[in-house]
């Protein structure tokens, strides 16, 4: 296995032995690789779903979907993908599960039909370690204790900013986290949870809250810390989840654009 830095401080593009990489064989490399690079490129893989799974089980457990679904098709067409609408928060800063205790622990996606030329689509990860990490101590100091209300509601305003009545109470029905601010990891580098789902800063004067969590987000997402992945066909992409914040860069909601996705079940709760 063999891994080139796509950026000094996010992303990594890895060159492993398609028998080694569904046997497992760098499993625990590879892991390690996801929290220092937070996120990795395997290209020209062109993995069957089968493919997909075998490999995601030798880094953790799947987590379903709706029950029973091990795959998702990340589409923008209702066509395709029944909740089109909900994936449409794709296109803002989140994390994967941040409305459940245990957020996902990694996030994968294969590449099943690109954008067509000039669409847009690729999709951006940022490491929120390191951006924590350059925090100033009066910064790190001023976060200790601070911690935010996320919910579905949050990241779906940005999608529908005038919900029905109806609407506003499906999305309430789904549980909301309380998250402190600081993700303190048993691997013992420190990240920010952020993104579309923070609702408010819990016992903060909203207006003040809804700075802080601005400012953030901004430093969080400075070039520096975000890798850009342009799609490729046969493109495996799999990133830690826990301390990073992804989206969809722009792109047409009738795209052919197509991924598969998986995700894993969280291992670390974040209070
Ligand atoms: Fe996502």
């Known amino acids: 296995m063999k891994a080139i830095n796509a950026t000094p401080l996010v992303g990594s593009t890895v060159s492993i032995d398609r028998a080694d990489f569904l ?3 760098y499993a625990e490399e590879i892991q390690a690789l996801l929290v220092e690079r937070s996120a990795l490129v395997f290209p020209n893989m062109h993995l069957s779903d089968d493919e997909q799974l075998q490999f995601a089980r030798t880094i953790g457990d799947i987590h379903l979907v709706g029950g029973d679904a091990l795959l998702q098709n990340i589409s923008m067409d209702p066509k395709v993908n029944r909740s089109a609408d909900y994936t449409r928060g794709a296109f803002y800063w989140h994390i ?7 957020p996902a622990k990694a996030t994968m996606l294969s590449v099943r039909t690109l954008p067509a030329e000039g669409e847009g689509g690729d999709t951006l990860i940022a490491n929120t370690y390191a951006a924590y990490q350059d925090l100033s101590d009066e910064d790190k100091k001023a976060l200790e204790g601070i911690r935010v209300r996320h919910c579905l509601e949050a990241s779906q305003r940005l999608v529908r900013p005038q919900p029905s009545l109806h609407e506003l109470e499906r999305w309430q029905s789904y549980p909301a986290q309380s998250h402190p601010l600081v993700w303190q990891h048993k691997h013992g ?3 920010l949870l952020l993104g579309a789902s923070c609702f408010y800063v819990e016992g903060m004067d909203l207006a003040e809250g809804n700075k802080l969590l601005c400012r953030l987000l901004d430093w969080s997402t400075q070039p520096q810390y975000v890798y850009r992945h342009r799609w490729q066909a046969g493109d495996f992409l799999l990133w830690d989840n826990t301390g990073t914040l992804h989206r ?16 894993l079940v969280g291992e670390e709760s974040v209070a």
């Open 23 to 25: 046997s497992g064989k």
């Open 96 to 102: 994967d599960g941040a409305n459940d205790p245990v």
């Open 189 to 191: 580098k420190p990240s």
């Open 248 to 263: 969809a860069a722009e792109y047409p909601l009738d795209s052919k654009r197509l991924m598969r996705r998986t995700t």
